[in-house]
């Protein structure tokens, strides 16, 4: 079983920062992709940065310049260095990771539990 543990949300005024982590762990085979999805109430879920194994990244236009996502393979845990922020970034940040798990042939998504990120203005 793969289980995604995130750390790091908070409460912080807009401007300032935060690095949100998730570590996977669990019986992993191949991770194709690790990534951070946001929502905020009301709203869909909605990708916010991706980092592939091949080794591109994706970001979100609205967060382009301001976060980073980076990963340690050896450690199977994703970073988002979050800075500037603004108050519509306000949502929960869920941890996502795309592989196989022993005993699968086929990937799938796995997801952290979420954790809080306030933005006041």
């Known amino acids: 079983q793969v289980q995604l543990a995130e750390s790091g949300g908070g409460l912080v005024q807009a401007g300032g920062s935060l690095r949100l982590s998730c570590a996977a762990a669990?019986?992993?085979?191949?991770?194709?992709?690790m990534g951070w999805y946001r929502q905020a109430p009301g709203k869909q879920r909605e990708l916010v940065a991706i980092?592939?194994?091949?080794?591109?990244?994706k970001y979100a236009d609205s967060v382009k310049g301001r976060f980073a996502i980076s990963r340690d393979s050896a450690k199977n845990t994703v970073y988002l260095q979050m800075n500037s922020l603004k108050p519509e970034d306000t949502a929960v940040y869920y941890c996502?990771?795309?592989?196989?798990?022993?005993?699968?042939?086929?990937?799938?998504?796995?997801w952290g539990q979420g954790t809080q990120v306030t933005v006041s203005s």
């Open positions: 980092d592939t194994r091949a080794g591109t990244t």
């Open positions: 669990g019986s992993i085979v191949n991770i194709n992709a």
């Open positions: 996502n990771l795309n592989g196989v798990e022993l005993g699968y042939n086929w990937p799938q998504d796995y």
